[in-house]
């Protein structure tokens, strides 16, 4: 288990950016791959993007590709998204998982583990 704590969220207009960052206490983390997912209102939760252990292999949503990055530090032990031109479609609640290996082994939630608390992103149109 990964103590996980996202941040970065908030309320913003459509076509602007935001970094969401996720931070763990635990010197684990950098041996883990790491995920993002969201959840909208009466949606399921749904895959954005993952990153191995070392951040040299991503993966992303279709939905989100070539408009959010997802990068690490493990010095910091700290993930973030980069959101770009981001759209009313975006707005969920967001959540940061540690994947079950180092590497990225699936985009189900079933793939992962440990769960940050989420963090909210409302876009505005």
């Known amino acids: 288990q990964v103590h996980l704590v996202e941040s970065g969220g908030g309320l913003v207009q459509a076509g602007v950016s935001l970094r969401l960052s996720c931070a763990s206490s635990?010197?684990?983390?950098?041996?883990?791959?790491m995920g993002w997912f969201r959840q909208a209102p009466g949606k399921e939760r749904e895959f954005v993007a993952a990153?191995?252990?070392?951040?040299?292999?991503?993966d992303y949503a279709t939905s989100v590709k070539g408009r959010f990055t997802v990068s690490r530090d493990n010095a910091k032990n700290t993930m973030y998204l980069q959101m770009n031109s981001l759209k009313p479609e975006d707005t969920a609640v967001y959540y940061c998982?540690?994947?079950?290996?180092?590497?990225?082994?699936?985009?189900?939630?079933?793939?992962?583990?440990?769960w940050g608390q989420g963090t909210q992103v409302t876009v505005s149109s």
């Open positions: 998982t540690a994947g079950r290996t180092y590497r990225v082994t699936g985009t189900k939630p079933a793939d992962f583990g440990s």
């Open positions: 635990e010197r684990a983390f950098s041996s883990y791959a």
């Open positions: 990153i191995n252990w070392r951040g040299d292999d991503t």
